[in-house]
């Protein structure tokens, strides 16, 4: 069964801490993989994607993840956060065309 | 370049009337997805369209639910005698299906049933 796990619903960080939010997956296929970030009232924007090409994958807004198959993760991060980067986070995994989605991370910044 | 776009961004209904959400998509994809987000969840799929062609339904999609995607362009999704659970951010997404099934997403529509 396609499944995929966002570990922790809230993450808080310090304005220029590292951000990392945590996905594992569950595929009987390689997995084609994503990151999207919800603004509050908004749709879904693609911030990266893993297509079996790359296991390091850049993304938009200085966001990066790694594919890692050994550990079945996927997880995101950012080596400096901003204010800006407050929203809410969901890994994805693409299940025969369709996307199945993890329940979301809200990220909190501080200043 | 435009985006997906849906109509309306809001609405409030009361239970038991039948509502219609419209999406357009990204104009050269042949692709158009439907999910579903309920308030502190990820999106669920609903169904999808290959161009005209309604190819997948959730079983999340109940009999009250039809969509519709006439000539393979804009997308309708009805909700027939609207219950208080069908309150949810409705989202439409298009692709080109191809390209590793990139999904670009609409604003959604946010409906509330009272």
């Known amino acids: 069964a396609q499944s995929v796990t966002q570990l922790g619903s809230h993450v808080s960080v310090s304005e220029g801490a590292l951000v990392l939010l945590r996905c594992n997956y569950s595929?009987?296929?390689?997995?084609?993989l994503f990151w999207y970030v919800q603004y509050p009232n908004q749709g879904l924007q693609l911030l990266l994607k893993y297509t079996s090409a790359a296991t390091l994958v850049k993304g938009i807004n200085g966001f990066e993840a790694e594919f890692k198959k050994s550990e079945t993760s996927f997880h995101l991060t950012k080596p400096s956060a901003h204010m800006s980067d407050a929203a809410e986070y969901f890994c994805?995994?693409?299940?025969?065309?369709?996307?199945?989605f993890g329940a979301g991370t809200q990220v909190v910044v501080t200043p | 370049d435009t985006g997906v776009s849906q109509d309306p961004r809001h609405k409030i209904t009361k239970r038991g009337q039948n509502v219609t959400f419209r999406c357009d998509p990204i104009s050269e994809h042949n692709r158009l997805y439907w999910y579903r987000q309920t308030l502190g969840q990820g999106p669920e799929f609903l169904t999808y369209?290959?161009?005209?062609?309604?190819?997948?339904k959730s079983r999340l999609l109940s009999d009250r639910f039809s969509a519709e995607r006439p000539k393979g362009s804009f997308s309708t999704l009805e909700i027939q005698r609207t219950e208080q659970g069908d309150s949810a951010m409705y989202l439409c997404a298009s692709s080109t299906g191809t390209d590793s099934y990139e999904q670009y997403f609409g604003p959604g529509t946010r409906l509330t049933v009272t």
């Open positions: 994805a995994l693409d299940s025969w065309g369709k996307l199945q």
């Open positions: 595929s009987s296929v390689p997995p084609y």
């Open positions: 369209f290959q161009n005209e062609a309604q190819l997948e």
